[in-house]
């Protein structure tokens, strides 16, 4: 089992920045890449960033390229979302998460989750 919690959501104006850190325990010896999503009211739950154990490779979803960014410390069990230039459309729970195997970024290709921290980003 792997267990994550995340931090560093609440208020922002639009055009503001944030920082989402999720610190992970339990079975972190285990190589695993780690993902940010996001689910607005009323929407499904959507792929944000990911990142592979070693930190050399990221996807990012085409509404974040350019304004958020995704990194990992392993040292510290923690991978982050820095999220710049935000805007009313990134107000959602967002949600870390990892992957044990596969290359998919679906949701349902992820094998553990923290309980999510809301961003809400006032126009």
């Known amino acids: 089992q792997v267990q994550l919690v995340e931090s560093g959501g609440g208020l922002v104006q639009a055009g503001g920045s944030l920082r989402l850190s999720c610190a992970a325990s339990?079975?972190?010896?285990?190589?695993?890449?780690m993902g940010w999503f996001r689910q607005a009211p009323g929407k499904e739950r959507e792929f944000v960033a990911g990142i592979s154990w070693s930190g050399g490779s990221t996807s990012y979803a085409d509404s974040v390229k350019g304004r958020f960014t995704i990194s990992r410390d392993n040292a510290k069990n923690t991978v982050y979302l820095q999220m710049n230039s935000l805007n009313f459309e990134d107000t959602a729970v967002y949600y870390c998460?990892?992957?044990?195997?596969?290359?998919?970024?679906?949701?349902?290709?992820?094998?553990?989750w923290g309980k999510g921290t809301l961003v809400t980003v006032a126009s």
């Open positions: 339990g079975r972190t010896f285990i190589r695993y890449s």
């Open positions: 998460a990892v992957k044990l195997y596969g290359s998919s970024w679906l949701p349902d290709a992820m094998n553990f």
